[in-house]
Protein backbone atom coordinates (compact mmCIF):
# COMPACT_ATOMS: atom_id res chain seq x y z
CA UNK A 1 0.00 0.00 0.00
CA UNK A 2 1.39 3.78 -0.60
CA UNK A 3 1.05 5.84 2.24
CA UNK A 4 -1.37 9.02 2.30
CA UNK A 5 2.20 10.59 3.48
CA UNK A 6 5.38 9.73 5.17
CA UNK A 7 5.81 11.26 8.69
CA UNK A 8 8.91 11.86 10.46
CA UNK A 9 7.53 12.28 14.29
CA UNK A 10 10.50 14.39 16.47
CA UNK A 11 9.91 13.15 20.05
CA UNK A 12 7.70 10.04 21.10
CA UNK A 13 6.07 10.72 24.37
CA UNK A 14 2.44 9.87 25.55
CA UNK A 15 1.33 12.98 23.11
CA UNK A 16 3.11 11.51 20.12
CA UNK A 17 1.91 8.16 20.57
CA UNK A 18 -1.70 9.22 20.24
CA UNK A 19 -0.93 11.25 17.27
CA UNK A 20 0.51 8.06 15.71
CA UNK A 21 -2.05 6.80 16.39
CA UNK A 22 -4.62 9.28 14.31
CA UNK A 23 -2.01 9.63 11.74
CA UNK A 24 -2.34 5.77 10.78
CA UNK A 25 -6.06 6.00 10.96
CA UNK A 26 -6.01 8.60 7.59
CA UNK A 27 -3.20 5.51 6.04
CA UNK A 28 0.42 7.48 6.99
CA UNK A 29 3.63 5.75 7.77
CA UNK A 30 5.23 7.25 10.81
CA UNK A 31 8.75 6.92 12.16
CA UNK A 32 9.18 7.93 15.32
CA UNK A 33 11.92 9.23 17.03
CA UNK A 34 13.51 10.07 20.60
CA UNK A 35 16.35 9.75 22.28
CA UNK A 36 15.45 6.57 23.69
CA UNK A 37 14.55 3.24 22.70
CA UNK A 38 10.84 1.93 23.16
CA UNK A 39 9.42 4.89 23.87
CA UNK A 40 5.96 5.47 23.80
CA UNK A 41 5.05 6.42 20.26
CA UNK A 42 7.95 3.98 18.96
CA UNK A 43 5.74 1.01 20.08
CA UNK A 44 2.61 2.00 17.14
CA UNK A 45 4.78 3.53 14.43
CA UNK A 46 5.85 2.00 11.38
CA UNK A 47 9.59 2.92 12.11
CA UNK A 48 12.10 4.26 14.76
CA UNK A 49 15.19 6.34 14.84
CA UNK A 50 16.92 6.75 18.06
CA UNK A 51 19.08 9.91 18.30
CA UNK A 52 19.39 13.40 20.48
CA UNK A 53 17.25 16.39 18.34
CA UNK A 54 19.84 18.25 19.32
CA UNK A 55 22.20 17.12 17.48
CA UNK A 56 22.51 18.42 14.24
CA UNK A 57 24.01 16.47 12.03
CA UNK A 58 21.68 13.56 13.19
CA UNK A 59 18.76 15.32 12.49
CA UNK A 60 20.01 16.26 9.00
CA UNK A 61 20.73 12.52 8.34
CA UNK A 62 17.88 10.94 9.48
CA UNK A 63 15.99 13.33 7.15
CA UNK A 64 17.76 12.71 4.25
CA UNK A 65 17.14 8.71 4.99
CA UNK A 66 13.32 9.04 5.41
CA UNK A 67 12.77 12.07 2.88
CA UNK A 68 9.15 12.36 4.78
CA UNK A 69 6.72 14.63 3.62
CA UNK A 70 6.12 15.95 6.96
CA UNK A 71 8.51 16.88 9.57
CA UNK A 72 6.38 16.82 12.70
CA UNK A 73 8.19 17.82 15.95
CA UNK A 74 6.53 16.87 19.33
CA UNK A 75 9.22 17.86 21.21
CA UNK A 76 10.88 21.34 22.36
CA UNK A 77 14.97 20.16 22.83
CA UNK A 78 15.42 20.82 18.88
CA UNK A 79 17.70 22.04 16.58
CA UNK A 80 15.70 24.53 14.48
CA UNK A 81 18.29 25.96 12.24
CA UNK A 82 18.52 22.40 11.01
CA UNK A 83 14.58 22.12 10.14
CA UNK A 84 14.89 25.87 8.60
CA UNK A 85 17.45 24.95 6.73
CA UNK A 86 15.18 21.69 5.53
CA UNK A 87 12.27 23.83 4.81
CA UNK A 88 14.79 26.08 3.02
CA UNK A 89 15.47 22.79 0.93
CA UNK A 90 11.43 22.10 -0.06
CA UNK A 91 10.82 20.09 3.14
CA UNK A 92 7.27 21.01 5.11
CA UNK A 93 8.07 21.37 8.69
CA UNK A 94 4.61 21.11 11.30
CA UNK A 95 3.37 23.86 11.35
CA UNK A 96 6.65 25.68 9.79
CA UNK A 97 9.97 26.09 10.69
CA UNK A 98 9.49 29.63 12.33
CA UNK A 99 6.73 28.49 14.59
CA UNK A 100 9.02 25.89 15.83
CA UNK A 101 12.28 28.36 16.24
CA UNK A 102 9.61 30.76 18.09
CA UNK A 103 7.96 28.41 20.19
CA UNK A 104 10.69 26.20 21.30
CA UNK A 105 11.74 29.07 23.89
CA UNK A 106 10.21 30.79 25.76
CA UNK A 107 11.49 34.18 25.77
CA UNK A 108 11.13 33.87 21.26
CA UNK A 109 7.26 33.73 21.60
CA UNK A 110 7.08 35.92 24.32
CA UNK A 111 8.70 38.51 22.52
CA UNK A 112 6.28 37.69 19.62
CA UNK A 113 3.00 38.35 21.61
CA UNK A 114 3.89 40.99 23.33
CA UNK A 115 6.12 43.01 21.35
CA UNK A 116 5.40 42.31 17.62
CA UNK A 117 1.40 42.10 17.77
CA UNK A 118 1.15 43.94 21.52
CA UNK A 119 -0.63 41.28 23.25
CA UNK A 120 -1.27 41.82 26.95
CA UNK A 121 0.93 39.53 28.96
CA UNK A 122 2.40 39.53 32.34
CA UNK A 123 5.73 41.85 33.20
CA UNK A 124 8.61 39.73 32.28
CA UNK A 125 12.56 39.72 32.22
CA UNK A 126 14.94 37.17 31.47
CA UNK A 127 18.43 35.93 33.61
CA UNK A 128 21.12 33.99 32.50
CA UNK A 129 23.32 33.70 35.52
CA UNK A 130 22.14 33.50 39.79
CA UNK A 131 23.35 37.58 39.80
CA UNK A 132 20.62 38.03 37.14
CA UNK A 133 17.67 36.50 38.55
CA UNK A 134 18.12 38.18 42.18
CA UNK A 135 18.31 41.63 40.18
CA UNK A 136 15.01 40.35 37.57
CA UNK A 137 12.91 39.47 41.09
CA UNK A 138 14.16 42.71 42.11
CA UNK A 139 12.86 44.74 39.67
CA UNK A 140 9.39 42.39 38.58
CA UNK A 141 8.88 42.09 42.50
CA UNK A 142 7.24 39.31 44.99
CA UNK A 143 5.78 36.73 44.16
CA UNK A 144 6.77 36.03 40.60
CA UNK A 145 7.39 32.81 38.38
CA UNK A 146 11.01 31.32 37.43
CA UNK A 147 10.82 28.85 34.45
CA UNK A 148 13.60 27.64 32.05
CA UNK A 149 12.83 29.55 28.61
CA UNK A 150 13.11 25.92 26.69
CA UNK A 151 11.89 22.96 28.88
CA UNK A 152 8.65 20.73 29.02
CA UNK A 153 5.88 19.59 30.93
CA UNK A 154 6.57 22.62 34.09
CA UNK A 155 9.91 21.43 34.50
CA UNK A 156 11.92 23.83 36.00
CA UNK A 157 9.12 26.39 36.55
CA UNK A 158 8.30 27.42 40.48
CA UNK A 159 7.04 30.36 42.38
CA UNK A 160 9.26 32.75 44.56
CA UNK A 161 7.86 34.02 47.56
CA UNK A 162 10.57 35.32 49.62
CA UNK A 163 14.25 36.67 48.80
CA UNK A 164 15.17 33.67 50.12
CA UNK A 165 13.84 31.47 48.01
CA UNK A 166 15.82 33.00 45.06
CA UNK A 167 19.07 30.64 45.02
CA UNK A 168 16.81 27.61 45.06
CA UNK A 169 14.57 28.64 42.02
CA UNK A 170 17.53 28.93 39.46
CA UNK A 171 18.94 25.89 40.76
CA UNK A 172 15.29 24.03 40.23
CA UNK A 173 15.02 26.08 36.95
CA UNK A 174 18.71 24.95 35.38
CA UNK A 175 18.53 21.44 36.64
CA UNK A 176 15.00 21.25 34.55
CA UNK A 177 16.42 23.00 31.35
CA UNK A 178 16.29 21.40 28.08
CA UNK A 179 19.37 22.40 25.62
CA UNK A 180 21.54 24.55 25.99
CA UNK A 181 20.22 27.94 26.68
CA UNK A 182 20.75 28.51 30.48
CA UNK A 183 18.44 31.06 30.33
CA UNK A 184 15.37 31.87 32.81
CA UNK A 185 12.07 34.10 31.97
CA UNK A 186 10.95 35.97 35.21
CA UNK A 187 7.52 36.91 35.31
CA UNK A 188 5.40 38.77 38.05
CA UNK A 189 2.60 36.44 39.36
CA UNK A 190 -0.78 37.27 38.02
CA UNK A 191 -3.75 36.58 40.37
CA UNK A 192 -5.90 35.38 37.89
CA UNK A 193 -9.37 33.60 38.49
CA UNK A 194 -8.42 30.60 36.22
CA UNK A 195 -6.23 29.57 33.20
CA UNK A 196 -6.95 27.57 30.03
CA UNK A 197 -6.05 26.03 26.77
CA UNK A 198 -7.48 27.07 23.95
CA UNK A 199 -6.99 24.30 21.64
CA UNK A 200 -6.38 26.45 18.02
CA UNK A 201 -6.27 24.68 14.60
CA UNK A 202 -5.17 26.48 11.60
CA UNK A 203 -6.44 24.76 8.63
CA UNK A 204 -6.23 25.95 4.69
CA UNK A 205 -9.83 26.91 5.08
CA UNK A 206 -9.26 28.78 7.99
CA UNK A 207 -9.00 28.82 11.83
CA UNK A 208 -11.28 27.20 14.29
CA UNK A 209 -11.28 26.40 17.65
CA UNK A 210 -12.31 23.86 20.18
CA UNK A 211 -13.76 24.60 23.59
CA UNK A 212 -11.34 26.47 26.11
CA UNK A 213 -10.10 23.74 28.82
CA UNK A 214 -9.40 24.24 31.96
CA UNK A 215 -6.76 22.73 34.15
CA UNK A 216 -5.01 22.48 37.43
CA UNK A 217 -1.15 22.51 37.65
CA UNK A 218 1.20 21.07 40.76
CA UNK A 219 4.86 22.55 40.28
CA UNK A 220 4.36 23.54 36.87
CA UNK A 221 2.94 20.78 35.25
CA UNK A 222 -0.96 19.83 34.23
CA UNK A 223 -2.48 17.61 37.29
CA UNK A 224 -6.11 17.75 35.45
CA UNK A 225 -8.34 19.36 33.03
CA UNK A 226 -11.77 19.77 31.59
CA UNK A 227 -13.20 20.90 29.10
CA UNK A 228 -15.57 23.09 28.21
CA UNK A 229 -14.65 25.53 30.82
CA UNK A 230 -17.44 28.48 31.39
CA UNK A 231 -16.64 31.69 30.07
CA UNK A 232 -18.11 35.04 29.58
CA UNK A 233 -18.56 35.96 25.86
CA UNK A 234 -15.96 38.65 26.10
CA UNK A 235 -13.24 36.32 27.64
CA UNK A 236 -14.05 34.18 24.99
CA UNK A 237 -13.85 36.55 22.32
CA UNK A 238 -10.87 38.35 23.04
CA UNK A 239 -8.92 34.54 23.61
CA UNK A 240 -9.81 33.44 20.47
CA UNK A 241 -8.87 36.77 18.77
CA UNK A 242 -5.62 36.68 20.18
CA UNK A 243 -5.62 32.76 19.72
CA UNK A 244 -5.94 34.03 16.18
CA UNK A 245 -3.10 36.07 15.62
CA UNK A 246 -1.07 34.78 16.84
CA UNK A 247 -1.26 31.07 14.87
CA UNK A 248 -1.33 33.63 11.91
CA UNK A 249 1.82 34.98 12.91
CA UNK A 250 3.97 32.02 12.94
CA UNK A 251 2.04 30.55 10.04
CA UNK A 252 1.41 26.39 8.50
CA UNK A 253 -1.17 24.55 9.50
CA UNK A 254 -1.59 22.24 12.55
CA UNK A 255 -3.28 22.67 16.03
CA UNK A 256 -1.42 25.02 18.79
CA UNK A 257 -2.25 25.27 22.44
CA UNK A 258 -2.75 28.85 23.11
CA UNK A 259 -2.81 29.15 27.22
CA UNK A 260 -4.44 32.33 28.77
CA UNK A 261 -4.88 33.06 32.21
CA UNK A 262 -8.17 34.91 32.78
CA UNK A 263 -9.42 37.41 35.12
CA UNK A 264 -13.10 38.36 35.08
CA UNK A 265 -13.16 39.75 31.51
CA UNK A 266 -9.77 40.02 31.12
CA UNK A 267 -7.24 37.65 29.22
CA UNK A 268 -3.82 37.55 29.52
CA UNK A 269 -1.51 35.38 26.82
CA UNK A 270 0.80 33.38 28.64
CA UNK A 271 2.35 30.42 26.20
CA UNK A 272 2.03 28.72 23.21
CA UNK A 273 2.65 24.74 21.83
CA UNK A 274 2.68 24.30 18.23
CA UNK A 275 1.52 20.92 18.53
CA UNK A 276 -1.35 18.81 20.78
CA UNK A 277 -0.73 19.96 24.53
CA UNK A 278 -1.14 17.79 27.37
CA UNK A 279 -4.22 19.68 28.94
CA UNK A 280 -5.71 18.45 25.72
CA UNK A 281 -5.60 14.85 26.45
CA UNK A 282 -9.58 15.60 27.71
CA UNK A 283 -9.94 15.31 24.08
CA UNK A 284 -9.65 11.48 23.97
CA UNK A 285 -13.17 11.51 25.76
CA UNK A 286 -14.79 14.89 25.23
CA UNK A 287 -14.83 15.07 21.53
CA UNK A 288 -15.64 13.13 18.42
CA UNK A 289 -12.28 14.27 16.53
CA UNK A 290 -9.34 14.18 19.27
CA UNK A 291 -6.65 17.21 19.47
CA UNK A 292 -4.61 14.63 17.57
CA UNK A 293 -7.04 13.76 15.19
CA UNK A 294 -7.53 17.36 13.97
CA UNK A 295 -3.47 17.62 14.47
CA UNK A 296 -3.38 14.72 11.74
CA UNK A 297 -5.99 16.49 9.57
CA UNK A 298 -4.67 20.09 9.47
CA UNK A 299 -1.39 18.66 8.42
CA UNK A 300 -2.93 16.70 6.00
CA UNK A 301 -5.03 19.03 4.37
CA UNK A 302 -8.49 17.59 5.05
CA UNK A 303 -11.49 18.90 5.65
CA UNK A 304 -12.77 19.87 9.29
CA UNK A 305 -16.46 20.08 9.32
CA UNK A 306 -17.29 20.27 12.52
CA UNK A 307 -16.15 19.40 15.78
CA UNK A 308 -18.83 17.89 18.60
CA UNK A 309 -18.68 17.85 21.83
CA UNK A 310 -19.75 15.19 23.74
CA UNK A 311 -20.63 16.56 27.14
CA UNK A 312 -18.92 17.95 30.66
CA UNK A 313 -15.65 16.06 30.77
CA UNK A 314 -12.23 15.67 32.68
CA UNK A 315 -8.94 13.96 32.90
CA UNK A 316 -6.43 13.39 35.75
CA UNK A 317 -2.70 12.05 35.41
CA UNK A 318 -1.38 8.98 37.19
CA UNK A 319 2.29 9.42 38.02
CA UNK A 320 4.60 7.17 39.33
CA UNK A 321 6.47 8.52 42.45
CA UNK A 322 10.25 7.08 42.30
CA UNK A 323 12.82 6.03 39.93
CA UNK A 324 12.45 2.34 38.84
CA UNK A 325 13.21 0.43 36.00
CA UNK A 326 10.98 -2.83 36.87
CA UNK A 327 7.30 -1.83 37.61
CA UNK A 328 3.84 -3.23 37.27
CA UNK A 329 0.40 -1.57 36.53
CA UNK A 330 -2.29 -2.86 37.98
CA UNK A 331 -6.43 -1.83 39.22
CA UNK A 332 -7.28 -0.81 36.12
CA UNK A 333 -10.38 -3.40 36.75
CA UNK A 334 -11.24 -0.46 39.78
CA UNK A 335 -10.68 2.23 37.69
CA UNK A 336 -13.05 0.86 35.36
CA UNK A 337 -15.62 -0.09 37.51
CA UNK A 338 -19.08 1.87 37.26
CA UNK A 339 -19.01 4.99 39.55
CA UNK A 340 -22.46 6.42 39.14
CA UNK A 341 -25.33 5.86 36.31
CA UNK A 342 -24.47 7.98 32.90
CA UNK A 343 -21.29 8.15 34.23
CA UNK A 344 -18.15 7.07 31.54
CA UNK A 345 -14.95 6.04 32.28
CA UNK A 346 -11.37 5.35 30.47
CA UNK A 347 -7.70 4.91 31.05
CA UNK A 348 -4.63 5.46 28.82
CA UNK A 349 -1.75 4.17 29.76
CA UNK A 350 1.53 5.36 28.01
CA UNK A 351 3.54 2.28 27.57
CA UNK A 352 6.86 4.27 29.25
CA UNK A 353 9.61 1.91 29.95
CA UNK A 354 10.50 3.68 32.85
CA UNK A 355 9.43 5.30 36.14
CA UNK A 356 11.06 8.56 38.28
CA UNK A 357 8.83 11.09 40.36
CA UNK A 358 6.33 12.76 39.18
CA UNK A 359 6.56 11.06 35.42
CA UNK A 360 3.20 11.05 33.83
CA UNK A 361 2.60 7.08 33.33
CA UNK A 362 -0.78 7.34 32.67
CA UNK A 363 -4.46 9.17 32.47
CA UNK A 364 -7.98 8.77 33.29
CA UNK A 365 -10.44 10.11 31.58
CA UNK A 366 -14.22 10.49 32.14
CA UNK A 367 -17.53 12.13 30.59
CA UNK A 368 -20.53 13.00 32.28
CA UNK A 369 -23.04 14.18 29.36
CA UNK A 370 -26.21 14.20 32.38
CA UNK A 371 -23.55 16.05 34.63
CA UNK A 372 -21.20 19.05 35.09
CA UNK A 373 -17.45 19.42 35.02
CA UNK A 374 -16.80 18.97 38.57
CA UNK A 375 -18.77 15.68 38.38
CA UNK A 376 -16.63 14.77 35.78
CA UNK A 377 -13.25 16.17 37.53
CA UNK A 378 -14.23 13.55 40.30
CA UNK A 379 -14.60 10.71 38.04
CA UNK A 380 -11.43 11.14 36.77
CA UNK A 381 -9.68 11.65 40.03
CA UNK A 382 -11.41 8.72 41.41
CA UNK A 383 -10.52 6.59 38.43
CA UNK A 384 -7.28 7.55 38.71
CA UNK A 385 -6.83 7.00 41.52
CA UNK A 386 -7.14 3.27 41.41
CA UNK A 387 -4.57 3.02 39.24
CA UNK A 388 -1.58 1.86 41.02
CA UNK A 389 1.92 1.78 39.99
CA UNK A 390 4.08 -1.41 41.66
CA UNK A 391 7.14 -1.03 41.66
CA UNK A 392 9.89 -4.53 41.96
Same mark, same amino acid.
Given at each position: ?????????????????????????????????????????????????????????????????????????????????????????????????????????????????????????????????????????????????????????????????????????????????????????????????????????????????????????????????????????????????????????????????????? %? +???????? #??? *???? @???? !??? $???????????????????????? %? +???????? #??? *???? @???? !??? $???????????????????????????????????????? @????????????????????
Amino acid at each position: MIPTAKILLLGSGELGREFVISAKRLGCHVIACDSYAGAPAMQVADAAEVFSMLDGPALGAVIEKHKPDFIVPEVEAIRTEVLKDYEDRGFNVVPSARATQQTMNRDRIREVAAKELGLPTSQYLYAETREELRAAVTKVGLPCVVKPVMSSSGKGQSTVRDVGKIDAAWDYAVAGMRGDRTRVIVEAFVAFDYEITLLTIRTREGVIFCDPIGHRQERGDYQESWQPTAMSTHALTSAQDMARQVVDNLGGYGLFGVEFFV %L +GDTVIFSE #LSP *RPHD @TGMV !TLI $SQDLTEFDLHARAILGLPILAITQ %L +GPSASAVI #LAD *RTAE @TFQI !TGL $SDAFRPQAAGIRVDVRIFGKPSTRPYRRMGVALALAPDGD @TDTARAAARTAAGCVKISYK
